[in-house]
């Protein structure tokens, strides 16, 4: 089961506040210290809606439960300054609001031959489990990490799944595609690892929440549900680029939001002209990625600027879910108001996100040791 204080952001009044040594003695009650932490992730989430409020609870219950085991709390440590290089080479001539400017220096490569492959396949209206597996198969790494997903807890088989003909047909076609590209586009910045974001943090966090999107799309009936899976791996993937591309703009907004309380998209708003949203959006299109992924990166932030999509809605919850778990993180830890609107027009049950905040905290450590430190590689 995933330890909520391992990966918590947690400021420094709170650290010093807990006072606990590895045997979890503490000078206060654990209940009212975890209350603090979570309280400090609910900050900025405004007034209480219900899930919100479920939200809260459940994150005070586990974090309680962590402290009551006794755990020794360290402080995060600070951002490094960025090199003097790096700011140089990497912050010249941007214009705020150049979107395309931005995707343009990314410098993303287009997708390999085998997706190009498997789209052609997929168009198609039944491709043979046996073609789909030879395409796969020209490439190890998008082979191994297919296994390694089949395998995990997002599908449950029983007997282990040994190759990748026979995934391809435990999984189904569509699922697999959708899974090999989201794991494929997230792992592209693995070999270039950006300044300011914590790339453990970043991939804890996504993994995260593209568990709780799929546990979610599971509890309302949804056919494909790896589809908000995929949506919510790659859900916060311009931030990635941001900061990858544009250091010293990103390491403003987190000072912004720091030092001036405001939410993620606002800061980025402010010193950017753009959000991450907007970003990733912007390099998905460069791919010619299905609109209905594009919509959920654009619009997790305000799943009611694109009604249509439901799994900007569920990505959306769901990435205010992790947040309240203090699971991972973009450095900003943040719980934001809930999108009232959205949630208005596609009801979810206190029931459907309490299943669904179980199926996350027990599974998401396995899951991010199969995309996490083994995931795919560009």
């Not at 439960?65 to 402080?75: D, F, I």
């Not at 790494?141 to 026979?166: M, Q």
């Not at 009611?304 to 991972?328: R, W």
Request: hydrophobic share 45%; net charge negative; glycine share 8%.
């Amino acid at each position: 089961m995933y330890d909520p204080v391992s990966d918590i952001l947690v400021g420094g009044a709170v650290s010093q506040a807990m006072g606990l040594d590895a045997q979890g003695a503490c000078a206060r009650d654990v209940q009212e210290m975890a209350e603090e932490a979570v309280a400090r992730r609910f900050r900025l989430s405004g007034t209480a809606h219900p899930l919100l409020v479920l939200l809260r609870r459940r994150a005070v219950e586990a974090l309680t439960l962590t402290l009551r085991a006794g755990v020794s709390c360290e402080l995060p440590a600070p951002r490094m300054p960025l090199p003097p290089e790096v700011i140089h080479e990497a912050n010249t001539g941007w214009v705020p609001g150049d979107l395309d400017g931005l995707a343009e220096r990314a410098r993303l490569p287009a997708l390999p031959q085998v997706f190009l492959e498997l789209q052609h396949a997929m168009e198609r209206e039944e491709p043979s489990y046996e073609e789909l597996a030879a395409i796969i198969s020209k490439d190890p790494r998008l082979a191994a990490s297919l296994l390694r997903l089949v395998n995990g807890p997002l599908f449950g088989f029983r007997s282990p799944v040994e190759t990748v003909s026979r995934a391809v047909a435990a999984a189904g076609t569509r699922r697999v595609t959708s899974l090999a590209l989201g794991t494929f586009v997230l792992g592209l910045f693995r070999e270039r690892p950006p300044h300011v974001v914590n790339l453990h943090d970043f991939w804890l966090h996504s993994v995260a929440t593209a568990l709780m999107a799929q546990a979610l799309a599971t509890r309302m009936g949804r056919d494909d549900p790896e589809r908000y899976f995929v949506a919510g791996l790659l859900h916060d993937i311009g931030w990635l680029a941001i900061c990858a591309v544009w250091p010293a703009g990103a390491e403003r907004v987190l000072d912004r939001c720091r030092d001036q309380g405001e939410s993620l998209t606002e800061a980025e708003r402010a010193e950017l002209g753009m959000t991450h949203g907007e970003m990733g959006a912007a390099l998905l299109r460069r791919w010619n990625l299905p609109p209905v992924l594009v919509d959920a990166v654009q619009a997790h932030h305000a799943p009611s600027t694109v009604p249509a999509s439901d799994e900007a809605l569920l990505v959306h919850l769901a990435d205010e879910a992790v947040k309240a778990f203090g699971i991972g993180g973009t450095g900003d830890d943040c719980v934001q108001p809930l999108d009232a609107d959205a949630l208005a027009a596609l009801p979810i049950s206190a029931h459907d996100l309490d299943a669904a905040c179980e199926v996350l905290l027990e599974g998401v450590d396995e899951m991010y040791a199969v995309l996490g430190a083994g995931g795919a590689h560009p």
